[in-house]
């Protein structure tokens, strides 16, 4: 069989779309990434139930090469990934598409939002509050089963070029404005003095910019969300 150049024309997919089963990703780091340390605990998730391949497309982009699409599935639902505190933006690949030109941009977060007062608690107000946090996706309405509850959970789409959103002031015509407060599930490393999921303070221009003096943390540890009771954080399968 004569061998293309492009590496990826020798492995599976016979389709029209040779990229239909994998994902382009890059880790939000400006640390230096182990790569083989990497693709070890990418490969660890699937407990070796599922082959997967990755591929370096560049420095810094990788291709996740899959070979069913439940599995595909489950690490677009599932996500968001991250690695040596680095979170992983993924993307799919259209037909045609360039893998080194996808625009990799947004990660979907599970949120979880506190202090919201029961009577605000709905799905419509969800979707304004998701869409305050970033781009609403989705409800869990699993969530919602007992009488009380504690936060709302809900998916929101976050471009990672802009700070995270902490928190947000509500009120209605008939009651006393309030705050509602933003919880992050599986939230990597960030950067306290900008909010953004890009850098870490080590590697911060306003920091350095300000000096030890000149800066305050308006993000913390405490925008992460405490891992949930009682829900399984591996695949069964
Ligand atoms: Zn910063």
Not at 76 to 84: A, I, L, T
Not at 200 to 213: L, Y
């Amino acid at each position: 069989m004569r061998r293309t150049k492009n590496w990826f024309d020798e492995e599976v997919i016979k389709n029209g779309n040779k990229f239909e089963l994998c994902l382009v990703g890059r880790f939000l780091t400006e640390k230096n990434l182990n790569i083989p340390a990497m693709k070890s605990k990418m490969v660890d998730i699937w407990r070796s139930t599922t082959r997967i391949n990755i591929k370096i497309l560049s420095p810094g982009l990788f291709l996740f090469q899959f070979y069913h699409n439940d599995d595909m599935q489950w690490m677009v639902n599932n996500g968001p990934r991250s690695f040596d505190g680095a979170i992983l933006v993924t993307n799919t690949i259209p037909v045609g598409g360039n893998p080194t030109k996808i625009p990799l941009n947004e990660v979907d977060f599970w949120i979880q939002i506190y202090d919201l007062p029961s009577d605000f608690m709905s799905e419509s107000i969800d979707k304004q509050l998701g869409n305050f946090f970033g781009t609403f996706l989705m409800y869990d309405s699993n969530n919602n089963a007992s009488i009380w509850r504690e936060y709302m959970r809900i998916k929101v789409k976050v471009d990672v070029r802009s700070p995270l959103k902490r928190r947000k002031k509500i009120g209605s015509k008939n009651r006393k404005e309030c705050i509602v407060n933003c919880k992050y599930e599986k939230l990597a490393d960030f950067c306290f003095v900008c909010g953004v999921l890009s850098h870490t303070e080590r590697f911060c221009k306003k920091k350095i910019e300000g000096g030890t003096e000149g800066v305050t943390r308006k993000w913390g540890n405490w925008l992460r969300a405490p891992p949930r009771r009682g829900v399984a954080q591996g695949r069964s399968k």
